[in-house]
């Protein structure tokens, strides 16, 4: 039985974040082995951004953190679902509750914004 996610076949592993009372999927995003001990240890998700190049604590900026409540990793030990408490909202840096805001239409292709926006980026991000 495996104590956890296998870094050995990749420095990043995917993480899959859903909200803990909806189930709503909330976002993608990666971890290496330094961000998955520091969430397991502060209980606060903490993700390796791959633009940055460094550690990256989910709302150090916003304030829309995410709080560990669940966490699993898949059968090949090389992704990983944690189920989190959304605080502020938002989980997505343009403002919305989910990263996967915009729908596509099967059968056209056309696309749809679902949701509202719950913080202005402009004004959280001061960009």
């Known amino acids: 039985m495996s104590a956890g996610p296998d870094f050995s076949k990749s420095e990043l592993i995917p ?15 990666y971890m290496n082995q330094t961000a998955y001990q520091e969430t397991l240890q502060t209980g606060r998700v903490c993700y390796y951004s791959r633009s940055r190049q460094k550690l990256w604590r989910k709302g150090e900026e916003s304030g829309n953190v995410q709080e560990l409540k669940e966490l699993y990793f898949d059968c090949d030990a090389d992704t990983l679902l944690v189920k989190v408490n ?10 919305y509750t989910s990263c996967f805001f915009r729908r596509v239409d099967p059968a056209t292709g056309n696309v749809t914004v679902i949701g509202d926006r719950v913080f202005d980026p402009k004004v959280v991000y001061k960009k």
């Open 15 to 29: 993480v899959i974040a859903q909200d803990v009372k909806t189930g709503e999927v909330l976002m993608l995003a």
């Open 86 to 95: 959304q605080i502020g909202g938002a989980a997505c840096h343009e403002g």
